[in-house]
């Protein structure tokens, strides 16, 4: 145990020695990053809300081979976007464009919050219309209303009643 | 005032009930092709057997059935036998021709299915790294596309097609197009 214990420390320096003379700086081919952005934005068609970047599946890695190979001929990312987009239609972009009828799409959930706070708005308005009526009613209402004679002369009777 | 909210309230609810059943009653592999009534883009690969090159620019002016499949294809052994029926039932038309395309296989796996399951006689581009099946916006197998003599894709069947899919789906547009 101690044997191993004193064995594991040099062991693990040498390891880190080894993996930081192994390390050199990586550069990336610099159209490599270019695919990569394109890829990321593209569904894998055939996975669960996977990007072609992420997805081991066959199709997503062809797909990524033309992106390179179109990336390497030169062609501009719309271009290419577009090209999958002309074949695949909206549902190859993992986020939706902002374009035809997916402007709704994307504005739906503010004209809700716009509408949701206009009937609120209205709603208070009206709930503070009432309060201040009420409010406005019972200062002119005289306090308390005195019975008059009949009333008077009954609650009398009902308490002499309850007396006996 | 209090029953015409409960009114909208139970309307909006009904309205997202119905567009749930609805939905679900889609088929999630069958996206709409943006390929329809577009030009089909043309091809042009070796031939599964011999030496030949199958190009589709070649088959202008007759419609098409391009038949997107794969011997790793399950369903495809499903529609195989249509394919042959088919192929033989049309084979005397002067108009109609059909086309395999046999993408991410090799050329023996895709002869040991044709050995297997029957060989319906006609040709297959091959496609090892499925350019050409992207090149159509092919998501699986098997896929098809009927092009019309123009060269326009006027069709697209996702899944294996079945028993009659020609006199009921193909043939409807075919004897549209020549009046």
Same mark, same amino acid.
């Given at each position: 145990?101690?044997f191993?214990?004193?064995?594991?420390?040099?062991?693990?320096?040498?390891?880190?020695?080894?993996?930081?003379a192994?390390a050199?700086?990586?550069?990336e081919?610099?159209?490599e990053s270019?695919?990569r952005?394109?890829?990321?934005?593209?569904r894998?068609?055939?996975c669960?809300?996977?990007?072609?970047?992420?997805?081991?599946?066959?199709l997503a890695?062809?797909m990524?081979?033309?992106?390179?190979d179109?990336?390497a001929?030169?062609?501009k990312?719309?271009?290419?976007?577009?090209?999958?987009?002309?074949r695949y239609?909206?549902?190859?972009y993992?986020?939706p464009?902002?374009?035809?009828m997916?402007?709704?799409?994307?504005?739906?959930?503010?004209?809700?919050?716009g509408l949701?706070?206009y009937a609120?708005?209205l709603?208070?308005?009206?709930?503070r219309g009432?309060?201040?009526?009420?409010a406005?009613d019972?200062?002119q209402?005289p306090?308390?209303?005195?019975?008059?004679?009949a009333?008077?002369?009954?609650?009398?009777?009902?308490?002499?009643q309850?007396?006996? | 005032?209090n029953?015409?909210?409960?009114?909208?309230l139970?309307g909006a609810?009904?309205?997202i009930?119905l567009?749930f059943?609805?939905?679900?009653?889609? %088929?999630?592999r &069958?996206i709409?092709?943006?390929?329809?009534? =577009?030009p089909?883009?043309?091809?042009?690969?070796p #031939?599964l @057997?011999g030496?030949?090159?199958?190009?589709?620019s070649?088959q202008?002016?007759?419609?098409?059935?391009v038949?997107?499949?794969?011997?790793?294809c399950?369903s495809?052994?499903?529609?195989?036998?249509?394919?042959?029926?088919?192929?033989?039932?049309?084979n005397n038309?002067?108009?109609?021709?059909?086309?395999g395309?046999?993408?991410? %296989?090799?050329? &023996?796996?895709?002869?040991?299915?044709?050995k =297997?399951?029957g060989?319906?006689?006609?040709?297959h #581009?091959? @496609?090892?790294?499925?350019?050409?099946?992207?090149?159509?916006?092919?998501y699986?197998?098997?896929?098809?596309?009927?092009?019309?003599p123009n060269?326009?894709?006027r069709?697209?069947?996702?899944?294996?097609?079945?028993p009659?899919?020609?006199?009921?789906?193909?043939?409807p547009l075919?004897?549209?197009n020549a009046?």
């Amino acid at each position: 145990m101690i044997f191993s214990r004193q064995l594991l420390r040099p062991l693990l320096m040498m390891l880190m020695l080894i993996g930081s003379a192994h390390a050199e700086v990586r550069r990336e081919d610099p159209t490599e990053s270019m695919v990569r952005q394109i890829a990321k934005d593209l569904r894998c068609a055939v996975c669960q809300n996977q990007s072609v970047y992420e997805s081991n599946s066959e199709l997503a890695k062809d797909m990524l081979k033309i992106i390179r190979d179109k990336v390497a001929a030169g062609e501009k990312e719309p271009a290419i976007r577009d090209y999958f987009h002309q074949r695949y239609g909206d549902y190859i972009y993992l986020e939706p464009t902002g374009q035809g009828m997916n402007a709704l799409l994307w504005s739906a959930p503010f004209l809700g919050l716009g509408l949701g706070g206009y009937a609120l708005w209205l709603a208070l308005r009206r709930w503070r219309g009432q309060a201040t009526k009420e409010a406005a009613d019972a200062s002119q209402a005289p306090p308390s209303p005195t019975p008059d004679a009949a009333m008077q002369s009954r609650i009398e009777q009902e308490l002499k009643q309850v007396e006996m | 005032m209090n029953g015409i909210w409960k009114l909208v309230l139970l309307g909006a609810v009904m309205a997202i009930l119905l567009l749930f059943a609805l939905g679900l009653k889609n %088929d999630p592999r &069958d996206i709409p092709s943006p390929l329809v009534n =577009r030009p089909a883009s043309d091809f042009s690969a070796p #031939a599964l @057997d011999g030496n030949q090159t199958v190009s589709l620019s070649a088959q202008r002016g007759k419609w098409v059935l391009v038949n997107f499949w794969g011997s790793w294809c399950v369903s495809c052994v499903v529609e195989h036998p249509y394919l042959i029926e088919l192929a033989a039932k049309t084979n005397n038309r002067p108009d109609f021709v059909i086309i395999g395309v046999d993408f991410r %296989d090799t050329p &023996d796996a895709a002869q040991a299915f044709l050995k =297997r399951h029957g060989n319906p006689g006609y040709t297959h #581009a091959q @496609d090892p790294d499925q350019k050409i099946a992207i090149d159509w916006g092919v998501y699986g197998a098997p896929e098809s596309y009927l092009v019309d003599p123009n060269g326009t894709i006027r069709m697209k069947h996702t899944g294996p097609l079945f028993p009659g899919w020609f006199e009921q789906r193909a043939l409807p547009l075919m004897q549209g197009n020549a009046k």
